[in-house]
């Protein structure tokens, strides 16, 4: 897709800030008293509002850009920025239960399980970042389709977070949830040494030693 981003690199990242990782942990919590058709509306609805809200940013990051003057390279240092400490603190945060309370309804769907937990900020961002750097429509096609991807196996692992006990295994989660934030953490920083590069700074750097 670019000389910094291959077809793997760009699954992995927006794995990572778009998955289910958190997502349907909270789902299972919340979810916990409702029935099977609830928990299957609420899965649903999550998973198309987050896909919905994804898809505008890949067909729509460029315009939006664009209104607001941001140059590519102040998107990928920006956005490298935010995606850096997202993973840092998956890597060395303190991960604690999220708190729910009362009866589950369908609005838990939009929030807070779409936004922010399925269409993260960061993954927003990422996704924004990557679509930058695209030269034709098909790469952006490429793109949604891998949104697509992840969204349905997001939908999967909702459908099946009972079963895969998700809301018990915390420890799990949490041991994939670090691993994971490894693999951003360095994705983050290829972000940022991909403006530089585009800058100029690292070229010139180079050239003076």
Excluded at 23 to 36: F, Q
Excluded at 87 to 111: N, Q, T
Excluded at 123 to 151: F, H, P, W
Excluded at 154 to 169: D, E, H, Q, R, V
């Amino acid at each position: 897709m670019s000389p910094d981003f291959g077809i793997a690199d760009i699954i992995a990242l927006l794995f990572v800030t778009v998955g289910p990782l958190k997502a349907a942990i909270v789902y299972t919590k919340l979810t916990a008293t409702a029935g099977p058709a609830l928990r299957r509306q609420i899965a649903f609805s999550t998973v198309t509002v987050a896909a919905i809200v994804c898809l505008v940013f890949v067909f729509f990051g460029q315009n939006l850009l664009n209104l607001f003057h941001v140059s590519i390279p102040a998107l990928k240092i920006a956005g490298g920025l935010i995606l850096l400490l997202f993973a840092l603190d998956m890597v060395l945060g303190e991960h604690k239960d999220e708190e729910v309370g009362g009866l589950p309804s369908a609005d838990i769907a939009i929030y807070p399980l779409a936004i922010p937990l399925m269409a993260t900020p960061q993954g927003l961002v990422a996704i924004t970042a990557i679509v930058a750097e695209t030269e034709t429509l098909v790469q952006k096609l490429v793109i949604a389709l891998i949104v697509l991807a992840i969204m349905a196996l997001n939908l999967g692992i909702l459908l099946s977070a009972g079963k895969l006990g998700l809301g018990k295994n915390a420890g799990v989660g949490i041991i994939i949830s670090k691993v994971m934030g490894l693999l951003l953490s360095a994705l983050a920083v290829q972000l940022m040494i991909s403006a530089l590069r585009d800058l100029g700074v690292i070229a010139a750097v180079t050239q003076a030693h």
